[in-house]
């Protein structure tokens, strides 16, 4: 005996059905709309990456402190943390734009042409789509968007429920698989482009004035504590660069501009014509908490920025120098510390290998003593004479200092936070740094006892970081640990603990560990 529940029970379980079709059908054709954009973006000059400009310009209008926060949590894995959060957050409006869709289709094909449009608009506004080329990949999704979106909306409204869902599923498959072979088609170019981009360079010029062999007193030998010189694999990176840019050799310019007695244009082998020398600098995060890992030492190779800057004639009104980057990203740093004698470079090589793309590729600006913010501009394009007055660069109307001398700081690395270790002899170590003042003296405090002196590595110059180590003669208990470092001037850094914001972290980096017989 039927019961008059059971056909409005099917009718529920029917309409719950379409409901999800509609929704997957909404979903696989964003999933073809993006992946055509980006196969356009990737085969065509002048075309940006749909999901990259958004994602830049989420990166451009965040709240800073967003991003401060994304920084804290994630490091270098910010990027990719907001590439995802990109892609989540389409998936779930091209849902409802399927749901949309079924009930009255202009609506969902408006809502895949306003995502298309975002795109558009987000590539405008960051400066990575150019010219002619420029909404090629918005109209390729919004075209292919639509389309997909119309054949699938046909299908799952298909009366017949078998064929229906056989029907269905066979064209999303299809849909699918045509979307993740465009897909990896897109990324199998750009990589393709970017490995051409590093064979131009894979050899590194010799310098005309190296450096000699690092001292062997410039390392300790202590188990766990960070190696002096940093691979170039894990050398940190934070930036705004959501793709690696890919600049081939012969189409890189360097341009000097502004308030110049003689504006010029450099080709990378006319860069090469001034003397290559090389300088062991530390450079540092100002996102960097205290005792974090935003931070790295190399060896780099390149031609010194006052070199460059007198052919240019700095004028005497001239007190910023800014760096600007391929994809608009600026730096601003004061030209009187660029030109004070320190090791400024427009860089060329890292540890003795050639710039790698990651890192500013093919030339990038490393200023001793200044934070990256306001001083190492990757993917060089242009260098600027201006004031402070005249212009901020990108992160100054976003809440950070305009003038930005990295702060006394120190680290421990060993042992580990929460760590239990055995009673006896321990070593206490890790790294301090003062660039450009030169770290003096590191003292070690173990509970509210005396500060002791810390054994220092042999510095190699004011512009690295120096290893230390403090023998400990650890007893059974819980022990808080801190360390602070002197520099050069008699600065002893600060107990203050301040965030990032706006100018550099300050305080006494501490752990605590367990000690058990």
Not at 347 to 354: D, L, R, S, Y
Not at 438 to 450: F, M, S
């Amino acid at each position: 005996m039927t019961t008059t529940a059971e056909p409005q029970v099917d009718q529920q379980r029917e309409t719950a059905v379409a409901r999800w079709r509609a929704a997957l059908g909404g979903f696989l054709a964003a999933m073809a709309a993006l992946a055509a954009g980006e196969l356009v973006a990737a085969t065509v000059e002048g075309a940006a990456s749909p999901v990259t400009s958004i994602g830049t310009s989420v990166i451009n209008l965040a709240p800073p402190a967003l991003r401060d926060l994304a920084v804290e949590l994630l490091g270098t894995a910010d990027k990719p943390a907001l590439i995802g959060g990109v892609l989540i957050v389409l998936a779930l409006v091209a849902a409802g734009t399927g749901v949309l869709a079924v009930r009255r289709f202009w609506l969902g094909a408006t809502g895949v042409a306003v995502l298309g449009l975002v795109a558009l608009g987000a590539a405008l506004a960051d400066g990575s789509a150019t010219g002619l080329a420029a909404p090629l990949p918005a109209v390729a999704a919004i075209v292919v968007g639509v389309v997909v979106l119309r054949v699938l909306v046909i299908t799952a409204q298909t009366t017949t429920p078998d064929r229906g869902r056989r029907g269905f599923l066979r064209t999303a498959a299809v849909v699918a698989g045509g979307a993740v072979v465009a897909g990896s088609a897109a990324r199998w170019l750009t990589s393709r482009a970017a490995a051409a981009a590093d064979f131009a360079a894979t050899i590194l010029p010799a310098a005309d004035r190296p450096r000699g062999r690092l001292p062997a007193g410039a390392s300790l030998d202590v188990e766990g504590i960070t190696p002096f010189v940093t691979d170039n694999r894990v050398f940190y990176r934070i930036d705004t660069a959501l793709r690696v840019p890919s600049i081939a050799l012969d189409d890189w310019r360097l341009n000097i501009t502004g308030m110049v007695d003689r504006p010029f244009e450099l080709t990378f082998d006319q860069l090469l014509d001034y003397d290559l020398v090389e300088a062991d600098v530390t450079l540092t995060c100002v996102s960097n908490e205290v005792g974090g890992d935003l931070i790295g030492n190399a060896r780099w190779r390149g031609v010194r920025l006052v070199d460059v800057l007198a052919d240019a004639g700095v004028q005497p009104r001239a007190d910023q120098l800014v760096g600007r980057a391929v994809d608009g990203f600026t730096t601003g740093a004061p030209v009187a510390e660029v030109l004070d004698g320190r090791d400024a470079l427009i860089a060329i090589g890292m540890n003795g290998e050639p710039l790698p793309r990651a890192h500013g590729f093919p030339a990038r600006l490393v200023v001793p003593g200044l934070y990256g913010y306001v001083s190492a501009t990757k993917w060089l394009t242009e260098l600027e004479l201006t004031t402070f007055d005249a212009f901020d660069a990108y992160w100054v109307p976003r809440g950070w200092a305009a003038r930005a001398p990295i702060k006394t700081q120190s680290r421990i690395d060993v042992p580990r936070p929460l760590a239990t270790i055995a009673t006896g002899r321990v070593a206490v170590a890790g790294v301090a740094w003062a660039q450009h003042r030169g770290v003096a003296e590191v003292e070690v405090q173990v509970d509210d006892g005396p500060w002791q002196q810390a054994r220092l590595s042999e510095a190699v110059g004011r512009d690295t970081w120096r290893q230390w180590v403090y023998d400990w003669d650890a007893t059974e208990g819980r022990h808080d640990l801190r360390v602070r470092a002197t520099d050069q001037t008699g600065q002893t850094q600060t107990a203050d603990r301040m965030p990032p914001r706006p100018d550099g972290a300050t305080g006494w980096h501490s752990i605590v560990v367990q000690v058990a017989t």
